[in-house]
């Protein structure tokens, strides 16, 4: 685990369904302009507060990092897949208001996130990149995740085919 992130002025707390329509408009920007995310229609504050809802419903954590008042950014964990074997892995996220990037938010995010997990039956965690992604890619290595897999050419978004990787680590979980 990294050293603690020190921001003086950030806050990280549980998002509320208040803070939906702001992670909406960080989660748009990446859909309009970038390949990050393959979602290709654009979100609603209603639609991510249903996204909220069912993470809050798996017992997980969704956090936000605010900042006078304002959400830079947003991270959350949910269940990888459905079935019940699963249930001790999760899949990790973090989107950052495309002007905060650089600044450590998405560290600090992880930072908390992570301790968060430990606390809880988790044995996997596992991040999903579309590649490359320099950035992000050196974000989830600096939590101790280790590239597992890379997809070629599974997403197709703004005429160009696109490759994804996972990067994962374990924690000490008991079931």
């Not at 990149?129 to 590239?147: D, W, Y």
């Amino acid at each position: 685990m990294p050293p603690a992130t020190s921001h003086p002025s950030l806050s990280i707390r549980l998002a509320n369904e208040l803070d939906r329509d702001r992670i909406a408009e960080i989660y748009n920007h990446y859909i309009k302009n970038t390949v990050i995310t393959f979602e290709e229609e654009l979100v609603d504050g209603t639609e991510i507060a249903t996204r909220l809802a069912k993470v809050f419903k798996a017992d997980l954590p969704w956090l936000v990092a605010e900042e006078n008042d304002k959400v830079l950014g947003y991270a959350y964990a949910s269940p990888w897949h459905a079935r019940s074997a699963y249930r001790h892995t999760v899949e990790v996220s973090v989107y950052l208001d495309h002007q905060t990037t650089g600044r450590g938010v998405g560290s600090a995010l992880y930072e908390r996130l992570f301790e968060r997990l430990r606390k809880k039956d988790i044995h996997v965690v596992i991040g999903g990149l579309t590649l490359p992604n320099p950035a992000s890619e050196a974000l989830h290595q600096k939590f101790g995740m280790r590239k597992v897999a890379h997809y070629q050419e599974v997403g197709h978004k703004f005429s160009k085919w696109l490759d994804v990787g996972y990067w994962q680590t374990e924690f000490e979980a008991t079931p």
